[in-house]
């Protein structure tokens, strides 16, 4: 989702006519602002076309990663765009659509997805020039969100073959493991999530809530966003 914004201008009031003898020799204070334009412009395309695919922003780059082709074939290509131009990024070990990016610390990180019609659960961070496999997720999925908050990675929504896939998941860097956290009220798939930071935070509760907007294969894809707590550690709270 692309949030616009833009400020009106402040129009001044109409003047009297002594002010309006005193502006001949000095401009008013209050004049009109101009309402700014949204600084949008095309860039350069990808070099191939492809949907279906994750995307994060790392070191000042923005990584398109996987997706599949107009034929259907899961790609392991990744694309990296510097502000001017595209190149080739390192190629995943395998191709992925619908798979989930997030960066953390600076690192792109990338969960799950399809390969050619098989669900995976396959986790993997960039380092340099290579990927560098990581502990798998403990559910295999798909058109899942990944959201990086309060230094973990969280996992929500997606589906496999079979089904929608209820339970979230979050992943420790520091001790390289994932755990399971409350299952969707409603399981859903192509969910896009977002961090917010709600000031000031309860003493006991994170500042970070993740939400997951409705997505398809709900039976109605009018659920309401659903919100994820997780109680802070010792850390956080200082």
């Not at 191709?95 to 990016?101: I, P, Q, R, Y």
């Not at 798998?136 to 309060?150: F, T, V």
């Amino acid at each position: 989702m692309v949030l616009l914004a833009s400020r009106a201008g402040q129009r001044a009031a109409p003047a009297t006519s002594a002010a309006v003898t005193s502006a001949t020799s000095a401009a008013s204070p209050i004049a009109a602002s101009p309402t700014p334009s949204p600084t949008q412009r095309m860039e350069t395309p990808l070099p191939a076309a492809l949907e279906e695919s994750a995307a994060a922003a790392a070191g000042g780059k923005l990584y398109v990663i996987g997706g599949f082709d107009a034929a259907g074939n899961s790609l392991s290509t990744v694309w990296v765009f510097d502000g001017s131009a595209w190149s080739a990024g390192p190629r995943l070990p395998l191709g992925l659509d619908h798979v989930s990016a997030a960066t953390l610390d600076d690192q792109v990180y990338v969960a799950g997805g399809h390969t050619f019609g098989r669900d995976s659960a396959r986790f993997f961070r960039l380092d340099g020039g290579s990927w560098t496999e990581l502990a798998p997720m403990r559910h295999a999925r798909g058109g899942h969100a990944l959201i990086a908050a309060s230094n973990h990675l969280f996992v929500i929504g997606g589906n496999t073959a079979a089904a929608n896939v209820g339970p979230a998941e979050v992943y420790d860097p520091q001790t390289r493991a994932w755990a399971d956290l409350p299952a969707l009220p409603a399981p859903r798939n192509h969910v896009a999530g977002f961090t917010s930071v709600v000031p000031p935070p309860p003493p006991e509760s994170i500042a970070t809530t993740l939400s997951a907007r409705p997505g398809f294969g709900c039976q109605t894809c009018r659920n309401p966003p659903v919100v994820l707590d997780r109680p802070r550690s010792r850390t956080e709270r200082r």
